[in-house]
Nanobody, 121 residues
Framework: QVQLVESGGGLVQTGGSLRLSCAAS????????MGWYRQAPGRQRQLVAR???????VYADSVKGRFTISRDNAKNTGYLQMNSLKPEDTAVYYC???????????????WGQGTQVTVSS
């Protein structure tokens, strides 16, 4: 069973920084795309940043220049470095990944449980 576990969320003041981590565990043959989404209260979940299958990255316009996505393939872990945080960045942040589990060898999409990020003004 593959699991994604996020960590690194918390409360930070405007202008501060946080680094989120997403650790994938289980019997994993390969991770293809991997990324981050967020959901604020009363709003739909939206893309923040993501590696796509060819290794390139996409970012939401609202975070370009402030957030950086990265990954450590050896550790099956993804990261989201968030700088110059604003109150409007407050949301639950979810990581997702397209994983090829060893057990099935079928590309499967997974979500993490989410981590709260709160930016105070």
């Amino acid at each position: 069973q593959v699991q994604l576990v996020e960590s690194g969320g918390g409360l930070v003041q405007t202008g501060g920084s946080l680094r989120l981590s997403c650790a994938a565990s289980g019997s994993i043959y390969r991770i293809d795309a991997m990324g981050w989404y967020r959901q604020a209260p009363g709003r739909q979940r939206q893309l923040v940043a993501r590696f796509v299958s060819d290794g390139s990255t996409v970012y939401a316009d609202s975070v370009k220049g402030r957030f950086t996505i990265s990954r450590d393939n050896a550790k099956n872990t993804g990261y989201l470095q968030m700088n110059s945080l604003k109150p409007e960045d407050t949301a639950v942040y979810y990581c997702d990944a397209d994983v090829l589990p060893t057990a099935t060898m079928r590309l499967t999409h997974y979500w993490g449980q989410g981590t709260q990020v709160t930016v105070s003004s």
